[in-house]
């Protein structure tokens, strides 16, 4: 049993935020074939920069490696391989220490298990207990890295990092009880949203989805929600009435409004999760036609009928939602509902299979 001070609860009502963390496999394979014709070019005259070259070439592999293996498991709903994974990610980054992606991925396994903790067949309390800064360190690291470091021309910065730091921030402040650093991670997360609406602003979301239903953190983390989902519609939608049939013809997967909606190759349920914490979002706040309404835009998704945690959101909808919503009234956090899928933060966005461990 967990007792204050150890997890805050804030930290597992939420949905893990690597929605489009998007390794970059491409831009490797272009890096990896500048390098070979540049080693062909120092192999005319230069023997030792053949060799750096070759190094370098050897390092990018097993970076693209342990990077694949990260997708490979996330997808695959394997949270018992998050200590192999932790192992691999870190010794590509021995060879590689430049590789912000690495640091990113290496930052979600510690937000992937912390958030999960209830699969963990021997939970150890004192690694629980560190998942959380451990996490906002690495993303740090992978900003600066991104953000600060030397890149080829042409190189895009990825706006997700700033979310990823910012959550983890307020997580670690509320886990520690540290007003400073919540509102520190508050500030991140506020330029991050602004930066990037389409993504960022569940990561507002996440930061107090656990707030007290009448508290203003809560309002506005729910209000984040709307943003986002007016930031892709391109309009404010209805409030009372947010029916997206109209709007479905704005699905895309290319560009950053690709976050939006379903079938993404890293994260092919975000759609689903993100309004699945909506209309939850909305039954706290006492909205429940909204909330209803919002739980059938769900289905609207291609992919629904093979989204692995649709019975979750099935089953709410069909629930008591005004016996759900008082259920917020309790002054004990730990009987309020769930946000999200029971026990589970990342998962019901970007796993493709049901889960196989038991549980």
């Not at 067949?121 to 030397?150: I, K, V």
């Amino acid at each position: 049993m967990l007792e204050r001070n150890q997890i805050h609860s804030g930290v597992f009502g939420t949905v893990c935020v690597f929605t489009e963390a998007r390794p970059k496999v491409c831009g490797l394979i272009l890096v990896l074939a500048l390098l070979c014709w540049l080693g062909v070019k120092h192999s005319l005259g230069n023997d030792a920069g053949q060799a750096t070259i070759a190094v370098d070439i050897h390092e990018r592999r097993g970076s693209a490696a342990a990077i694949e293996k990260f997708w490979g498991a996330y997808h695959g709903n394997d949270y018992e391989a998050i200590p192999e994974l932790q192992a691999e990610i870190t010794r590509a980054l021995r060879q590689d220490a430049g590789n912000s992606t690495l640091y990113a991925l290496l930052g979600a396994t510690h937000f992937w298990h912390v958030g999960e903790y209830t699969r963990d067949p021997n939970p150890n309390l004192e690694t629980l207990q560190q998942d959380m800064p451990t996490a906002a360190s690495l993303f740090q690291r992978a900003l600066d890295l991104d953000y600060h470091g030397q890149h080829l021309i042409g190189y895009v910065n990825d706006d997700h990092l700033p979310g990823y730091l910012g959550i983890t921030m307020v997580h670690t402040g509320q886990q520690n009880i540290d007003p400073d650093l919540i509102a520190k991670g508050d500030e991140v997360l506020d330029q991050a949203a602004y930066q990037f609406p389409e993504f960022n602003n569940f990561n507002r979301w996440a930061g107090h989805n656990t707030d007290p239903k009448d508290s203003d953190t809560y309002k506005k983390a729910l209000e984040s929600l709307w943003q986002g989902l007016d930031t892709c519609l391109g309009t404010r939608i209805d409030r009372l009435n947010p029916d997206v049939r109209s709007y479905l013809h704005l699905m895309t997967s290319v560009g950053r409004k690709k976050a939006c909606w379903w079938g993404g190759d890293l994260a092919p349920y975000s759609f689903e999760g993100y309004l699945l914490n909506l209309g939850n979002g909305l039954v706290k706040a006492g909205e429940i036609d909204a909330a209803r309404i919002i739980y059938d835009d769900a289905r609207y998704a291609d992919n629904y009928e093979t989204w692995p945690y649709r019975d979750v959101l099935e089953a709410i909808a069909v629930s008591d939602l005004n016996a759900r919503a008082a259920m917020y009234e309790d002054p004990n956090p730990a009987n309020h509902p769930p946000l999200g899928v029971p026990n589970r933060g990342c998962v019901y966005c970007h796993a493709t299979v049901a889960e196989h461990d038991g549980h």
